[in-house]
């Protein structure tokens, strides 16, 4: 793990890192790409290159080769992590949700094109083939949340607002986990903590994860159950 902590440190020659940025830019679009095909209907794509390469930039001013992987293994965890920190931060709405609000929005296209009110609801939800409560259900779920105040939105039975911190026991017993399961992370190999890393914390898949470090999909899987597997056993050792 020593590799991954040193990538905080920052690389000085302006020439090295111009070059970096140059050569990469690429992979920013790859990336920017393949994360907006997630979410295409909400974010623009030129929106997520824009903010993948200010990503790019930095991990250029603070790469440090110590040889323990490459700037673009480096560097494809840095974009791809400030991409989705961004998308979590803005999407507000579900996929059911973008597909409902598409489908009433398609609707009124609709019924205004044949001569109807796209106001009226109950035009639009014949159309849809739904009742009038469903429609009040689906424009609800369309509707982007931080848009309304909080007395609009909560609810007591909602699983947005329930409590989900830990009491004192509990939260006692998180802490030791956490703090057995860091441990044992850093025993891991390098390359089995860095599959960990990219699969669990940067999301990717075993496909990208494959890309990324330049093996196959059938090797990554192999390196993620090997490392889960001895995870476990050095964990049940310390139950």
Do not use: C
Not at 156 to 184: C, Y
Not at 201 to 209: A, G, M, R
């Amino acid at each position: 793990m020593s590799g991954v902590r040193a990538y905080s440190s920052t690389a000085a020659d302006p020439a090295e890192i111009a070059e970096r940025v140059r050569s990469h830019m690429p992979l920013v679009r790859k990336l920017a790409w393949q994360v907006h095909g997630r979410v295409r209907d909400l974010f623009e794509i030129e929106d997520m290159i824009q903010i993948g390469m200010l990503a790019l930039v930095e991990a250029s001013q603070r790469f440090q080769d110590t040889g323990a992987a490459s700037f673009g293994t480096y560097a494809s965890v840095r974009i791809r992590g400030v991409l989705i920190d961004h998308l979590r931060k803005h999407l507000t709405l579900t996929r059911l949700g973008v597909q409902q609000r598409d489908q009433i929005a398609a609707a009124e296209l609709a019924v205004k094109a044949a001569g109807g009110d796209p106001a009226n609801a109950a035009a639009v939800a014949e159309h849809l083939g739904i009742s009038l409560a469903d429609l009040a259900t689906w424009r609800d779920r369309a509707t982007v949340a931080p848009n309304k105040s909080l007395d609009e939105i909560y609810d007591d039975h909602s699983v947005w607002f329930v409590d989900t911190r830990h009491t004192p026991e509990t939260g006692i017993l998180a802490d030791q986990m956490r703090q057995t399961l860091v441990k044992n992370l850093k025993r891991l190999k390098e390359r089995e903590a860095l599959v960990l890393q990219l699969y669990f914390v940067e999301e990717l898949n075993l496909e990208e994860i494959a890309e990324v470090l330049s093996v196959t999909v059938g090797r990554v899987s192999q390196i993620k159950k090997a490392a889960l597997a001895q995870l476990r056993e050095w964990m049940q050792e310390e139950a």
